[in-house]
């Protein structure tokens, strides 16, 4: 994933391999559970075919915590602009990298912090 194979036909190759179980059981619903799959979602929705619904656990996780900050009176104001900081534990290059392809974005910097 690190090295930006997220489309090429050893990928196609080994998520059909690793999918191929799922689908043969002829399930209706996937759900992306890793931080890189929906990097992959093409190529999966790809190997699993159009009958199965893939279901990226990430949105269902903002949703979720959206739901609990606007009940619980701490949800941003509509006006707020939003903001970021990126904190690695461990190669910040690396982080850099995969973040830009997670966010469609550049990003400008990312801070290194010692953890333990």
Not at 8 to 18: D, F, G, M, S, V
Request: glycine share 6%; charged share 20%.
């Amino acid at each position: 994933m690190e090295e930006g194979w997220l489309d090429t036909p050893a990928t196609r190759l080994i998520a059909r391999e690793y999918l191929s179980p799922l689908s043969d059981d002829g399930i209706d619903t996937l759900v992306l559970g890793c931080t890189h799959y929906p990097l992959l979602q093409s190529v999966i929705a790809e190997a699993m075919g159009s009958s199965v619904q893939l279901v990226d656990s990430a949105d269902a996780a903002a949703a979720e915590t959206a739901a609990v900050l606007c009940k619980a009176g701490l949800a941003a104001a509509e006006s707020a602009r939003p903001t970021s900081r990126f904190i690695a534990s461990d190669a910040p290059e690396q982080f850099l990298r995969a973040g830009q392809r997670f966010l469609g974005a550049a990003i400008e910097r990312v801070e290194t912090v010692t953890l333990g």
